[in-house]
Structures are given as C-alpha cells and as structure tokens.
C-alpha cells in the first residue's frame, strides 16, 4: 500500500565549525501508491531537504526511508541505479535546472542516455512523445531553454522527469516562481500525467492554498518536524495544531462557511533560526495556545483520528 516510509528520519548539516542545522529533525509518515501527499511549510522548514532525503540527492543522517518496502541504504549498485531512476525530481525554478547550453531534446533524453533506454531513431521518436506529452511540439526538442516562457520551461523539467518512467515524483514546489495563470495549467498537467502514467507526487509549496487541489493528504512542517498531517479536505474542514490553524487563518477565503468564525490568527515573530531552534514544542515561541509544558516537552507525534497524525501538548485523542 505505501510506496515510501518514512520513519524518524533526521537530516542534519554542519555549520561553521560546531554548528549544526537540523534541516530535517526526527520525521516519520508514508506515501501511498498513486497519492499525491502536499508538505507545506515556511522557507528553512526543511521541506527541500525532506524531498531530497526522499529520493536519495541527501543521505538521511539518522533513521530509514525505504522505497516499495526496501531501504534506501545499503543498496548494490545495480539496486540504486533502479531507485534512482523509480524516484525523481521536479524543481522549483525550471530556469536554473536546466543546462542553458543544452538543446531542449538532449535535456529531455539526459535520463534516456545515462540509463540507454533508446537510441538513433528510436531516442527521438522517445523525445517527441515525452514533449507532446506535457503539451510542447516535435520542433522544440532544437531550440534552447531560454526561448521558452517559464511556463513551458517547467514543462522540460517534467518531461525530463518523465523520460526515464518513474513512479515516484518530488515536485519541490513547481509553480512557485510561475505567474498564477500559469500555476492552474502545470497543476492540471500533473495530475493528468499522475492518471496517465500512475505516478505518485510529494508536491512541496510553502503555502496551503496551492497544494489544497492537487493533494489527498497534506503534511505541515515547521522547523524540521511534521506538526499535522491529515486528508486534504479534513485538514481544512477541522485543523488541529494551532500552527496549521494560523496558517488556514491567512488564506482568504479558504472556507466561506467559516470565514465569520474562524478568527485571522497572527502569529507573533518570526520563525527561529534552525540555527538555534526552540526546546520543547518547536512552535512554542509563536504558540497562541503555548503552556508552560510546551517549553520543555517535545509534543510525541500521534495518530489521533484515524489518518489524522498531530504533534501538540494539547489536542486530545
Ligand atoms: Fe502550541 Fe504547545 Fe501545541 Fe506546541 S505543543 S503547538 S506550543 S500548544
Ligand atoms: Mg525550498
């Protein structure tokens, strides 16, 4: 049923000489075959590095992630190559992913080449199926990325993802950097592409809002842990940790049913730096709810409804 686990994985960075970054801080939670799981989280919430720990660009500094049921680690290299190409990745800025040097067909078969999945004729006929596919042309394979719109380039950048026929797709938040217009369009190719090809997405966005459509589950992160994770729709109909509450609260319009009711909550401060994150409840310095247990006592992460997980003092369950 799960593609990937994820199970108390920690991602850890040095800094300077004895500083450490606790990007990623003891995160466990899977992803079903054929889901899309939205993360959500403020910039320097570990979202990125969560997404690159998945696919294996980051080596997981403490805990597991396995992939249809086998770890990551301690692969054989014919093993890892067959991951490496089961799992791949979608970026934020299509501009600075893609080599400028190199025509749009040869970017697009970079994967097709490294795995000799085709040659000759056949590798060509491969790059104008994959360009058709995501809604380019046959004659774009010739010309270079910076003659397309940033639209079209996140279209190189999933066709690229697509031509070694993954099952798995980080897409660390794909329609940031588009103009809105365009947002709508790539979300609606994901998700064709996700029911043509049965693919599974973990689709990273620093906001709610964007992932609220394209996913059945979205995971909220803070500081390198996961505070709530919940179906899509239930996670906007009843939120239960305060910083998925104040998060909810800033979308305008999220929910006119409850537009009067639920309050606008701003949070107070900034985000700490994961350079010196809070003790306790990472969320504490901001909590509206906080109690003097949150300064000193890590909330566990549990299931409190059935696939409704949470990591607060104070919701029951
Ligand atoms: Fe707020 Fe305490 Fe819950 Fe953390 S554990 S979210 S500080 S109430
Ligand atoms: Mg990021």
């Known amino acids: 049923e799960y593609l990937v686990e994820v199970q108390d994985v920690k991602k850890h960075f040095k800094s300077g000489a004895n500083q450490v970054v606790k990007s990623v801080d003891g995160i466990s939670f899977a992803i079903r075959r054929g889901e899309t799981l939205g993360l959500v989280g403020e910039s320097g919430s570990g979202k990125s590095t969560l997404g690159r720990t998945i696919v294996g660009l980051y080596e997981a500094t403490a805990g597991q992630v396995r992939f249809a049921g086998k770890p990551l680690t301690?692969?054989?290299?014919?093993?890892?190559?067959?991951?490496?190409?089961?799992?791949?990745?979608?970026?934020?800025?299509?501009?600075?992913?893609?080599?400028p040097k190199m025509k749009v067909g040869d970017i697009i078969a970079e994967g097709i080449d490294a795995y000799r999945l085709a040659r000759g004729k056949a590798r060509q006929?491969?790059?104008?199926q994959l360009l058709e596919k995501v809604g380019l042309h046959a004659e774009?394979?010739?010309?270079?990325?910076?003659?397309?719109?940033?639209?079209?380039?996140?279209?190189?950048?999933?066709a690229r993802a697509l031509a070694v026929e993954p099952s798995f797709i980080v897409a660390d938040e794909p329609i940031s950097a588009l103009d809105v217009s365009i947002q709508a369009q790539v979300?609606?190719?994901?998700?064709?592409l996700q029911r043509e090809e049965g693919l599974?997405?973990?689709?990273?966005?620093?906001?709610?809002?964007m992932v609220q459509h394209i996913s059945n589950r979205i995971g909220v992160m803070y500081?390198?842990?996961m505070m709530e994770l919940a179906a899509s729709d239930e996670l906007f109909r009843e939120p239960l940790h305060p910083y998925t509450q104040a998060l909810m609260s800033a979308i305008p319009g999220a929910d006119p049913s409850q537009r009067e009711t639920r309050e606008r909550?701003?949070?107070?401060?900034?985000?700490?730096?994961?350079?010196?994150?809070?003790?306790?409840?990472?969320?504490?310095?901001?909590?509206?709810?906080?109690?003097?247990?949150c300064a000193s006592e890590l909330p566990a992460w549990r299931e409190v409804n059935e696939d409704h997980w949470v990591a607060c003092h104070l919701v029951e369950g």
Not at 187 to 192: P, R
């Open 200 to 209: 599974t997405y973990l689709f990273i966005a620093h906001d709610l809002h």
């Open 187 to 192: 979300v609606n190719l994901l998700e064709d």
């Open 265 to 293: 909550i701003v949070l107070r401060g900034d985000p700490p730096s994961p350079l010196h994150p809070p003790g306790g409840c990472p969320f504490h310095t901001r909590c509206p709810a906080a109690r003097e247990l």
């Open 125 to 128: 006929e491969r790059i104008v």
């Open 223 to 225: 500081l390198g842990k």
């Open 140 to 158: 774009h394979a010739r010309r270079f990325p910076h003659e397309f719109s940033g639209g079209q380039r996140q279209r190189i950048g999933i």
């Open 74 to 99: 301690g692969h054989t290299r014919e093993e890892r190559r067959a991951f490496d190409r089961q799992a791949q990745m979608i970026f934020q800025d299509p501009h600075a992913s893609l080599n």
